[in-house]
């Protein structure tokens, strides 16, 4: 093989057309077509890596079983420490693929790490068969199981099981890589070959893990560990003599002298990170005089062709990157969120060598009178399903989806993984539904205290979750390994392949962690946590659920200016965004409301009645939560508007928002620190800590999702194009209707739950929601518009400084004539607003030169940041009417009668649903009949402006409250004529439909003034800061509930005296007065009302004159 280091002199020579460019044979010559590589040389390399998966499957798939046997580790203990062994055998192809791709080759690296395996195999052999297993102490004891093995004997087996680690990680890539490479990409015949050799080789691999798992798992488990780890030994040996055989068959690529791969991106990022202060205009002329067209390269991660030009301009040879060497940095960047968004498959992928395996070892497994399966010989499954589905897939399912979509693949590789990664959730869903039968199974045999009894259930019970995973394999973990090699740079593809194996190291670390975590939270104090060594006390059934939640927790007149498309290009009107796109958004919006509201709308209740809090702290404490959920926008905002845009943001928003939910469903299952009734118990002070983590959890991930969610729907419509203008004014009324229709769902259901059954199970009903919210939104990614972030245009960073100028310079300006030149192609109407700003024009040291400092129009949008300033201060008191619906409302409608005939009684808070009724009602009315009828008096696309429909809904507001006042008035009457003043907990005979006119009424007030502010705040912000807009919208209620908060402790304070019971608030409200509260309301809407008008009379519009509001 040293000729193939001399390789590179043959580049020079002459090539045939049967030649196949940049490959050459085993003497470094170049290689004919018709004589090398195809499926004549992968036939050897899959045969190699059916014997190399038979060898570590044979070790790996019973792993758990020799760490609680022979080595007396317990249940949780064996799966970290096979979590972890296979975690950093995923991870180790990192360190093989780089020594391959930038030294040995992949052919040398398949060699050394083959013999480093069969050396690792065998010290593995020696370590069971030690003399040392079979001491007198062990000799004495009837089950060797029993016997603790020296420490000598744990280290040798742990040293040779990582040497094991150690050399697959490089043989794993390489092999995988190598295989590939035997087919020339440029060949239409071997490019379809080589997307068809990903399967076959899969294929391949599974065909060595059944018969390792048929087998080996037999002899480990009934005849002898040392035998059971010696065969594989064999196997890797005749695997290297088989791989050697067909060296003369291989193409080889050869590395060329130029820079390595590595040292070419990482210089991209270096220089990329030093031209941080470059300017886009700078870049835009860099990429001119290069001849690099728009949209060209990748309009992903632009910030990396600052590494086009130096900080101080030089173009000297060997410092700027070229285009090329760019793009090869964007293609490896581009992986990363594939790569994230994978984690989860993997921490699933873990669990069949492991749990899966303990829950077979429980079962009854016999076949006959007197064979019995061993447990690890379930996996066989796995493979049986890849075995029996890839051919199908290959031969009958891509032949038709080709004729379908004229894709060489059938499908895209994104698409395949996303179809597995949905039926690896469905797999769960079955493992947690199965496992939960086995729990009653055990509990009614009486088997729940006998650990090593044999639960009366057929094994035959998880086939199904074992099929369902390895038909999820065929399509995710084959589509990632050839997603990650076909997207790599072609020196890279072993680096490409060593990542994709990274995902299920990294998994397996999580899934570690995830047990390690879950083992101490659920266990202590006497207590079996989930993962109980004693299979039938505990609840792997819980763990299944929640890695389920877990995974169900992305012709240029037809092209839309400064939108792309997923992929980085123009996106195409006709192909993108609109409603099409609208509804996956609206679907996240219902989902995500149903589980805020699924917590938020009886949190009250939980307070007052689990954590034993008085009406008025309960009220004010969910107020304070409520206000800082809706302060928390501002700074989710910020960060998508500034750094990860508003896609990024959602995804990674609803990620935490799953994990509190979770964490929130957990801490009300926590046990109380009584044996009375769950009513009377204190909770325990780790019970109020967890629960008050989770909520606020739940405020700033929401804090980052509902400003980015609505605003990125928004972004879905055109508002330059007439008919898309008028969509998006549409949608605003949809998006609303979208949004009660899941507080709705959540106040009918939810709320009966939580009252009735459980609260565990009421808030983890909304945390699976959000899951599958998630899993929506991903499904949109294609079609979705995405906003190129310009980085000279207005932005958060730089409105300080434009505030600043116009302070500095506004007593150097000699006269507002002065600057009329500059002002000139600006609207009157709004230039003359704020002009202290207009200073910022001018550059000190030259006023008479106007030099442009900052663009006109920067300052007119910053104006309009000022505009927007009185209308959200007069919209403040509205909050505050809106604050009570889901607190004092509430409270009224638990002392009335809420019975429904003769046995239901509805639950207070779901009264709150009133309100989404008449919204849902009211939306479509407003939308088809109301604004048609004004559109044809004013002529406004909307029927009416932003402000008129915001005012309407207040006067609507202040209406709400009277009724309310006059209600509460008649409800405090009634109970004092029935003598029921002094029973707070006593039913006032008066129904709960006297409550429907100011929920109602509250409702319509919602479709008006609720939706004109956030179409409002979205429409008159700088189109770089749509998102900040939104959440100033959303502030305006969170400093409402402040306040609302501020007004009650305030009030309370003043009313109550230690000689009476209590104030407007007293815990008995038959003896508070809300209604003198729902008085000073309606007071403080009027008056607030009167202010807006003034305001909005001389609000001028973005491009528009002053309002006619």
Not at 122 to 130: D, E, K, Q, R
Not at 345 to 357: G, K, R
Not at 631 to 639: C, D, K, Q, S
Request: contains cysteine; proline residues 4%; neutral net charge.
């Amino acid at each position: 093989m040293a000729a193939i280091s001399t390789a590179t002199e043959a580049v020079e020579t002459p090539l045939l057309d049967d030649v196949v460019e940049g490959s050459f044979d085993y003497k470094g010559r170049p290689v004919k077509r018709s004589k090398s590589g195809r499926w004549r040389s992968a036939s050897f390399i899959i045969g190699v890596e059916v014997a190399e998966r038979f060898a570590y499957y044979g070790i790996s798939s019973n792993l758990i079983s020799y760490l609680t046997g022979p080595l007396g580790q317990s249940t949780a203990t064996a799966a970290e420490n096979v979590n972890a062994w296979s975690g950093t055998a995923s991870l180790l192809p990192l360190l093989g693929a780089f020594i391959a791709d930038s030294f040995l080759g992949r052919y040398r690296t398949i060699v050394v790490a083959s013999v480093l395996y069969i050396l690792g195999l065998g010290l593995l052999t020696i370590s069971a068969v030690l003399p040392s297993f079979k001491s007198s102490e062990c000799q004495h004891i009837e089950n060797v199981i029993s016997c603790s093995p020296p420490e000598f004997q744990i280290i040798f087996f742990f040293f040779s099981l990582y040497l094991v680690a150690l050399a697959q990680g490089g043989h794993k890539p390489c092999v995988q890589a190598f295989g590939a490479d035997q087919f020339d990409g440029q060949d239409p015949e071997e490019y379809k070959a080589k997307s068809s050799f990903f399967n076959w080789w899969y294929f391949g691999m599974c065909g060595g893990t059944m018969v390792a798992l048929t087998i080996l798992n037999y002899i480990q488990d009934n005849l002898s560990w040392g035998l059971g780890f010696g065969i594989p030994c064999l196997v890797m040996g005749v695997a290297l003599i088989l791989f050697l055989l067909g060296t003369m068959t291989y193409r080889f690529h050869v590395h060329s002298d130029e820079m390595s791969p590595f040292v070419r991106i990482g210089r991209v990022f270096v220089n990329a990170a030093r031209n941080w202060r470059t300017t886009s205009s700078a870049i835009s002329m860099e990429e001119e005089s290069k001849g690099i067209l728009p949209y060209q390269g990748s309009a992903q991660f632009k910030f990396l062709n600052k590494a086009l030009v130096q900080p101080d301009g030089s173009k000297e040879d060997g410092k700027v990157c070229s285009v090329s060497e760019i793009e090869e940095a964007k293609a490896v960047v581009r992986l990363f969120p594939i790569w994230v968004t994978s984690l989860v498959y993997a921490i699933v992928f873990s669990q069949a060598s492991t749990l899966f395996t303990k829950q077979g070892v429980t079962m009854d497994r016999s076949i006959g009178p007197s064979f019995e399966v061993p447990a690890a010989s379930l996996l066989t499954f796995i493979s049986f399903s890849i075995f029996v589905f890839i051919p199908i897939y290959d031969r009958i399912l891509v032949p038709i989806a080709r004729a379908i979509t004229r894709k060489p693949s059938g499908i895209t590789m994104l698409q395949r993984i996303g179809t597995g990664i949905v039926i690896s959730c469905l797999s769960m869903f079955i493992a947690a539904l199965v496992e939960m039968k086995r729990l009653e199974t055990a509990q009614e045999y009486g088997l729940v205290d006998k650990p090593g009894a044999t639960v009366p259930m057929n094994v035959a019970w998880l086939i199904p979750q074992y099929v369902l995973l390895g038909v999820s394999e065929s399509f995710t973990m084959v589509g990632l390994q050839e997603f990650f090699y076909d997207q790599m740079p072609s020196e890279m593809k072993s680096i490409g392949l060593a990542l994709y194996l990274s995902i299920f190291g990294i998994g397996s670390f999580l899934s570690s962690f995830l047990i390690s975590i879950i083992e101490k939270a659920t266990g202590g104090d006497g207590r079996d946590s989930w993962f109980a060594d004693n299979l039938n006390k505990a609840h792997l059934d819980y763990f299944y659920w929640l890695l389920a939640t877990l995974k169900v927790s992305a012709c240029h007149h037809d092209t839309i200016d400064g939108v792309v498309d997923y992929q980085g290009l123009p996106a195409k009107r006709s192909q993108s965004g609109k409603w099409k796109s609208a509804y996956f958004i609206i679907g996240v919006g219902v989902a995500e409301r149903f589980a805020y509201f699924g917590v938020g709308s009886n949190l009250i209740t939980y307070l007052t009645g689990h954590l034993r809090q008085s009406t008025a702290v309960a009220a004010a404490n969910v107020n304070l939560w409520t206000g800082a959920g809706a302060m928390l926008p501002l700074v989710g905002a910020f960060v998508a508007d500034s750094f990860l845009g508003r896609y990024r943001t959602i995804v990674v928003a609803s990620v935490i928002y799953i994990l509190a939910l979770g964490l929130l469903t957990i801490s009300a299952m926590l046990n109380c620190q009584s044996n009375i009734s769950m009513q009377s118990c204190s909770p325990s002070q780790l019970q109020v800590i967890l629960f008050f983590f989770s909520l606020y959890l739940i405020a700033l991930s929401q804090g980052a999702h509902k400003p980015c969610i609505v605003a990125f729907g928004a972004d879905q419509f055109d508002g330059q194009d007439s008919e898309e203008s008028r969509s998006k004014s549409s949608f605003f009324n949809w998006w609303y209707f979208g949004l009660c229709a899941g507080p709705l769902s959540a106040l009918l259901v939810l709320n009966y739950i939580q009252d009735n059954l459980s609260w565990a199970l009421g808030f983890g009903i909304p945390c699976s929601s959000l899951a599958v919210a998630l899993l929506v939104f991903l499904l949109g990614t294609k079609t979705y518009r995405y906003k190129v972030k310009d980085e000279e245009k207005f932005s958060v960073s730089n409105i300080g400084n434009l505030f600043a100028k116009g302070a500095k310079y506004r007593q150097s300006v000699p006269s507002s004539k002065s600057s009329e030149g500059v002002h000139a192609t600006v609207n009157e109407a709004r230039s003359k607003q704020y002009e202290f700003l207009n200073e910022a024009l001018l550059e000190k040291d030259d006023l008479e030169k106007y030099k442009d400092v900052s663009e006109v129009c920067e300052f007119e949008e910053l104006k309009s940041l000022k505009d927007l300033f009185p209308i959200w201060a007069t919209s403040l008191a509205y909050a505050v009417v809106f604050a009570q619906t889901s607190t004092l409302f509430t409270e009224q409608g638990v002392t009335m009668d809420k019975s429904i005939g003769s046995g239901f009684v509805l639950p207070a808070a779901s009264l709150q649903y009133l309100t989404g009724i008449s919204i849902i009602l009211f939306v479509p009315i407003y939308d088809r009949i109301f604004v048609p009828l004004a559109r044809t008096i004013t002529g406004r696309p909307s029927g009416i402006t932003k402000l008129q429909r915001i005012g309407i809904g207040m006067v609507l507001c202040t209406a709400s409250m009277i009724i309310a006042a006059l209600v509460e008035r008649k409800r405090l009457q009634i109970a004092q004529w029935n003598g029921l003043a002094g029973l707070p907990h006593a039913t006032v005979p008066m129904s709960f439909w006297w409550l429907v006119p100011q929920y109602i009424l509250f409702g319509i007030a919602d479709v008006f003034t609720v939706v004109g502010l956030q179409e409002l705040f979205y429409d008159q912000m700088p189109s770089e800061l749509k998102t900040i807009g939104l959440s100033f919208f959303l502030s305006i209620f969170r400093i409402g509930s402040f306040l609302s908060s501020f007004l009650i402790s305030s009030i309370e304070r003043f009313t109550s005296t230690g000689s009476r019971v209590g104030g407007w608030f007293s815990s008995n409200l038959n003896l508070a007065h809300l209604d003198y509260f729902y008085w000073l309301l309606a007071g403080f809407s009027m008056v607030e009302f009167l202010a807006f008008l003034y305001h909005a009379n001389s609000y001028a519009y973005n491009g528009q004159g002053r309002s006619t509001a």
